[in-house]
């Protein structure tokens, strides 16, 4: 199983201010990595899909970065709505598996 | 709109049985692998299983294989997961997601969740 790693666990910035967040994998996932957003009691949203793609409807202040194991989601300019958890998620192997998230919260 | 609504969920004794509806509207549901994914209370996602766009296909993660059937009617646009022997760790909020790009029962992303059904396993 791929297991996924998230750091940090929280991070605590401002609005306006650059949220650069990772994910490393225990082995290659080539560019098959999703990142998603998920506020609380709502579902989580896609966000990125194959490394560096945007999902449909998805502003362009969010960007992702990365190939083999290491990867970066990041969120340009923070708006109130980005404070949220963030997932990554690999679609190599089976099972696929999820990161256990990092919280942007603010500061 | 694209929209996927769960229901089925409830509080339901260990080693007890219960199936979980996915009812899906605004896209070609036929067309499209279904997954479960289930998130315990404060805790991090998990995916479950997948079932290709024909029913015919199935994988499932470790921890359920053996109790969880995935299984899907097309012609009622409803995706399902039968739960039995239930263990207190499969204690989740159980979503509905669908695969972004394939039709088989291959690794994908998810680019449509539902809001999710809550599944309490308790003595």
């Known amino acids: 199983e791929i297991v996924l790693t998230q750091s940090p666990g929280t991070l605590s910035l401002s609005p306006g201010e650059r949220a650069t967040l990772s994910c490393r994998a225990s082995?290659?996932?080539?560019?098959?990595l999703a990142w998603y957003q998920q506020k609380p009691g709502q579902a989580p949203r896609l966000l990125i899909y194959?490394?560096?793609n945007r999902a449909t409807g998805i502003p362009a202040r969010f960007s992702g970065s990365g190939s083999g194991t290491d990867f970066t989601l990041t969120i340009s300019s923070l708006e109130p709505e980005d404070f949220a958890v963030y997932y990554c998620?690999?679609?190599?192997?089976?099972?696929?598996?999820f990161g256990p998230g990092t919280k942007v919260d603010i500061k | 709109q694209v929209q996927l609504v769960e229901s089925g969920g409830g509080v339901v004794q260990p080693g007890r049985s219960l199936r979980l509806s996915c009812a899906a509207s605004?896209?070609?549901?036929?067309?499209?692998?279904m997954h479960w994914v289930r998130q315990p209370p404060g805790k991090g996602l998990e995916w479950v299983a997948v079932v290709s766009y024909d029913g015919s296909n199935q994988n499932y993660a470790g921890s359920v294989k053996g109790r969880f059937t995935i299984s899907r009617d097309n012609s009622k646009n409803t995706l399902y997961l039968q739960m039995n022997s239930l263990r207190g760790e499969d204690t989740a909020v159980y979503y509905c997601a669908k695969g972004r790009v394939y039709g088989d029962a291959k690794p994908d992303a998810f680019d449509i969740w539902g809001q999710g059904t809550m599944v309490t396993v308790s003595s």
């Open positions: 998620q690999q679609r190599s192997n089976w099972p696929l598996t």
């Open positions: 082995q290659s996932v080539s560019s098959y």
């Open positions: 605004g896209f070609t549901f036929s067309s499209y692998g």
């Open positions: 194959d490394a560096s």
